[in-house]
């Protein structure tokens, strides 16, 4: 059985950061993404990242997120940087174990950034 769980979230000020993860369990995958659903918004893509490390990001991300992957294990990270109040946001990782195969969705983590 899949399971995917996101982790790291929490209260942040406006520019502080926060690293989320994502551990996978249950199968073998190769590709994972970072998504992002706000109040009264549709679910986006934050970044993506394949088994060989290739990397995807929303044009919006401008260079303040870093996903990465540690290639060892089914985990996933999404390092946030300068963070900014409209990145409030429930965070979710999916994982897929092809390009063509239905994702697998984590419960969430939540991400307030505020003064």
């Known amino acids: 059985q899949v399971q995917v769980v996101e982790s790291g979230g929490g209260l942040v000020q406006p520019g502080g950061s926060l690293k989320l993860s994502c551990a996978a369990s249950?199968?073998?995958?190769?590709?994972w993404g970072w998504y992002r659903q706000a109040p009264g918004k549709q679910r986006e893509l934050v970044a993506s990242?394949?088994?060989?490390?290739?990397?995807n990001y929303a044009d919006w991300v401008k260079g303040r997120f870093t996903i990465s992957r540690q290639s060892a294990a089914n985990n996933v990270y999404l390092q946030m940087n300068s963070l900014k109040a409209e990145d409030t946001a429930v965070y979710y990782c999916?994982?897929?174990?092809?390009?063509?195969?239905?994702?697998?969705w984590g419960q969430g983590t939540q991400v307030t950034v505020s003064s």
């Open positions: 249950g199968g073998s995958f190769n590709r």
């Open positions: 990242i394949t088994s060989d490390g290739s990397t």
């Open positions: 999916n994982v897929r174990r092809s390009v063509f195969a239905s994702p697998y």
